[in-house]
């Protein structure tokens, strides 16, 4: 009679046997995952400093758009007194003309700038420091100085934005001849030195006067308000009168 060999119990990879658990280490190479590449030192290396670039790139960029450009606090800067006075001899001098059918409503303003932002409010947020803005981009926070007449001020609603030259002033000098679109444009200028948040009631005081009839308070802010006046009439072909030009002219000598 044959002798009785003992049971054999078959062993399936991966499977667990009785009282045993048969760890992934033990699996024969290819019982591994197809798809799981195999990574060499140098392939680690790599891929670890190019997530430390990715990092460190998502960081900047989050950094800018969180922070944004430094506010400059001011409107853009005129060109120095010689140009200006250079720009002045160029304008054309004539009587003003009449204030027959003008209205503020010819020359659109405080437009859209981008998303809920329209002019005013892109220029409270230029002009002043740390300026806070509400989901409609209205100013809620922030300090502003206006150089007319040297305030403070921590409540936006206390500032008016000022046209430097003021439209009226714009259509007795050659706007009443203009497009609709070109009186837009001058009216929501944020290249020229056009508009600046200044004290509200000193803004109402100047009202459509030119610098023959209106200057700021602030005597020491005579130059730079002279150089703005004169570069936007000097960009946008405006005329002056004579008393205009002599005070302007006058001004100009001692800048």
């Known amino acids: 009679m044959a002798a009785l060999r003992p049971a054999i119990t ?3 990879q991966g499977a667990t046997m009785p009282g045993k658990r048969i760890s992934t ?3 024969p190479l290819y019982a591994r995952r197809a798809n799981t590449p195999r990574r060499t030192p140098g392939r680690r ?3 670890a400093r190019l997530a430390a670039v990715t990092s460190g790139l998502v960081a900047l960029v989050g950094s800018l758009v969180l922070s944004g450009p430094a506010a400059q606090a001011a409107p853009p800067s005129p060109p120095d007194a010689a140009t200006v006075r250079g720009y002045l001899g160029t304008l054309t001098v004539k009587p003003e003309g009449t204030m027959d059918g003008y ?4 020359f659109p303003h405080w437009i859209t700038q981008h998303g809920e932002c329209n002019t005013r409010e892109v220029v409270l947020k230029r002009d002043g420091e740390n300026v806070g803005q509400d989901a409609k981009c209205a100013a809620v926070s922030g300090t502003w100085h206006s150089a007319y007449d040297g305030a403070t001020w921590t409540d936006a609603q206390s500032l008016d934005i000022d046209h430097i030259v003021p439209l009226a002033e714009a259509w007795r000098s ?5 497009t609709t679109a070109q009186r837009q444009a001058f009216a929501n200028d944020l290249t020229r030195p056009q508009l600046i948040a200044v004290t509200d009631r000193v803004n109402q005081a100047k009202g459509d006067k030119d610098p023959a009839k209106w200057m700021p308070p602030l005597k020491s802010y005579a130059c730079t308000y002279t150089e703005m006046w004169v570069t936007v009439k000097h960009y946008y072909g405006l005329t002056v009168d004579t008393a205009e030009k002599d005070a302007l002219t006058g001004i100009l000598k001692g800048c």
């Open 10 to 12: 078959p062993t399936i």
């Open 25 to 27: 280490a033990s699996r």
């Open 45 to 47: 290396a790599a891929a």
């Open 103 to 106: 209205s503020r409503a010819k």
């Open 174 to 178: 050659g706007a009443s001849a203009w």
